[in-house]
T-cell receptor, first 109, second 113 residues
Framework: GQQVMQIPQYQHVQEGEDFTTYCNSSTTLSNIQWYKQRPGGHPVFLIQLVKSGEVKKQKRLTFQFGEAKKNSSLHITATQTTDVGTYFCAGLGGNKLVFGAGTILRVKS | DAGITQSPRHKVTETGTPVTLRCHQTENHRYMYWYRQDPGHGLRLIHYSYGVKDTDKGEVSDGYSVSRSKTEDFLLTLESATSSQTSVYFC????????????FGPGTRLTVL
């Protein structure tokens, strides 16, 4: 079945440093979605990428979808303490989302 | 929040007892999902429903059953709870108008002793 791998598992950064998490799928994806989960909270939808090579920005967050539609990345510029949480990518396969294991981001102020 | 509630929010039970978790939505969405979340595994799909009385298995369905007799309610049952089912359980709905995405409930933390 479809598998989605996500790295790194953990990332500790100093406030103001950049952060990137990477997502790779075993199969070509129709779209990829990113979610953020704050500590103690539930996953919240951030964005969806559909087109090959697509790049979308949300303030300090930049999302990319690979040309082959099998990989994606989320980059945060100049992290802030409010960025703390777990970031998940998820690939849509039929009626189901397959989630990566997530990257836990900790920010030291 | 897409009008999703889960009950109970916390539960402690003993091995071998049956447990039922409830997910309730107020927006009449067709698709509903149950996930479990464990450290290092992300969110894993247990079962999902694509309509009243229509359900299908996910990747970790063993030991779990579901029922959906009304559009608004999706129940997850652990017939005989085991310690390996200690986890945080999230329900989600799929909103297909506009961006096809999922919205999650607040979660249920289940501990099986």
């Amino acid at each position: 079945g479809q598998q989605v791998m996500q790295i790194p598992q953990y990332q500790h950064v100093q406030e103001g440093e950049d952060f990137t998490t990477y997502c790779n799928s075993s199969t070509t994806l129709s779209n990829i979605q990113w979610y953020k989960q704050r500590p103690g909270g539930h996953p919240v939808f951030l964005i969806q990428l559909v087109k090959s090579g697509e790049v979308k920005k949300q303030k300090r967050l930049t999302f990319q979808f690979g040309e082959a539609k099998k990989n994606s990345s989320l980059h945060i510029t100049a992290t802030q303490t409010t960025d703390v949480g777990t970031y998940f990518c998820a690939g849509l396969g039929g009626n189901k989302l397959v989630f990566g294991a997530g990257t836990i981001l900790r920010v030291k102020s | 929040d897409a009008g999703i509630t889960q009950s109970p929010r916390h539960k402690v039970t003993e091995t071998g007892t049956p447990v039922t978790l409830r997910c309730h939505q107020t927006e009449n969405h067709r698709y509903m999902y149950w996930y479990r979340q464990d450290p290092g595994h992300g969110l894993r799909l247990i079962h999902y429903s694509y309509g009243v009385k229509d359900t299908d298995k996910g990747e970790v369905s063993d030991g779990y059953s579901v029922s959906r007799s009304k559009t608004e309610d999706f129940l997850l049952t652990l017939e005989s709870a085991t310690s390996s089912q200690t986890s945080v359980y999230f329900c989600a709905i799929r909103r297909t108008s506009g961006t096809d995405t999922q919205y999650f409930g607040p979660g249920t933390r289940l501990t099986v002793l």
